[in-house]
């Protein structure tokens, strides 16, 4: 048996190593690609369930087909709402850190600004620097567990509004081209939904937090003590011990459950170059611990801005 009490022989060959004691485990020695047995990836997915996070090294002959075929034998693909997707694909995006906008250097959710964001992201390394440019992801389930019980009921009750449109001031090294770049096409449509902050995963029955720096408000609470409110709870999300940090290679992959994760990139590289692309799959409407589901309340087209005579 493995440290994660699946059989050997589910992944044949593979060996399983746990990277942190709450979140992150490796896969070692296997192939991913879209022509995996449906064992394997059973097993995969039973990974993520319980690790939240799981990494692969040497997967350098994945090309961006094959990198999506693999991530959508855990479903249909999500297309972010603003950005699309590299032509050839239905669902992958590029970061490049030479490009405006493309390093996500807070803590996040991916896509919570819509209803049914993503469960699953597929992010493979394809030029990574000499030293830093690692990322770190937090395990929203045990944040949650750690909350004194008067806080977790505190919790279960509040519904929080997320929007693309956030404050630029979140991102104290954003340049000018990426708050440009974050105007004029990640926020080309506005979106703002309303999350329950605690959600119940629809896989494990377990309860997440559901917040990150594309919250806005909280609903039916004035902003200050909101602001209050949500450093308290994002304050146990990215607690150390709740976290797991990858160091990058050329090649490596790792596989996130996005609705029990935060994950943030950390911006310490410098003028190198990153580049990583991303394969979402597409997730399920949140609900709230009384069966409430997420409603997504404005969805609007920017005016274009005016010419200039």
Same mark, same amino acid.
């Given at each position: 048996? !493995? ?29 991913? !690609? ?62 490049? !850190?030479?490009?405006?906008? !493309? ?207």
């Amino acid at each position: 048996m !493995s440290a994660t009490g699946l059989s050997d022989n589910v992944i044949p060959r593979a060996d399983i190593v746990k990277r942190a004691a709450r979140i992150g485990a490796e896969i070692r020695n296997i192939k991913l !690609s879209g022509d995996l047995p449906d064992q394997t990836i059973a097993a995969i997915n039973e990974l993520l369930l319980e690790n939240k996070v799981i990494f692969f090294r040497d997967q350098g002959h994945l090309d961006d087909a094959e990198q999506e075929r693999f991530a959508l034998r855990f479903g249909s693909p999500a297309c972010h709402p603003t950005l699309g997707a590299i032509k050839g694909t239905a669902s992958i995006i590029e970061l490049d !850190s030479v490009r405006a906008g !493309s390093r996500a250097d807070l803590w996040h959710t991916d896509g919570t600004f819509v209803d049914g964001y993503p469960k699953i992201a597929v992010l493979r390394g394809v030029v990574m620097p000499p030293f830093g440019g690692d990322t770190v992801w937090s395990n929203t389930v045990t944040a949650y567990l750690d909350l004194a019980p008067p806080l977790q009921r505190l919790a279960d009750k509040l519904w929080a509004v997320h929007s693309n449109a956030f404050d630029y001031a979140i991102m104290p090294r954003a340049s000018e081209l990426d708050k440009k770049h974050l105007d004029e096409v990640f926020t080309k449509t506005i979106y703002q939904t309303e999350h329950p902050v605690v959600r119940v995963h629809p896989e494990t029955g377990e309860r997440t937090l559901l917040l990150g720096a594309l919250v806005q408000r909280f609903v039916g609470i004035p902003k200050y003590d909101g602001q209050k409110l949500f450093d308290l709870f994002q304050s146990h999300i990215t607690a150390l011990e709740n976290t797991v940090r990858w160091s990058w290679k050329e090649g490596d992959v790792a596989m996130w459950d996005n609705r029990a994760t935060q994950h943030y990139a950390v911006n310490d590289y410098g003028d190198q170059h990153r580049v990583v692309r991303r394969a979402t799959v597409a997730g399920e409407v949140p609900v709230s611990i009384d069966g409430q589901s997420s409603v997504t309340r404005i969805k609007t087209a920017k005016e274009p801005a005016p010419e200039v005579a």
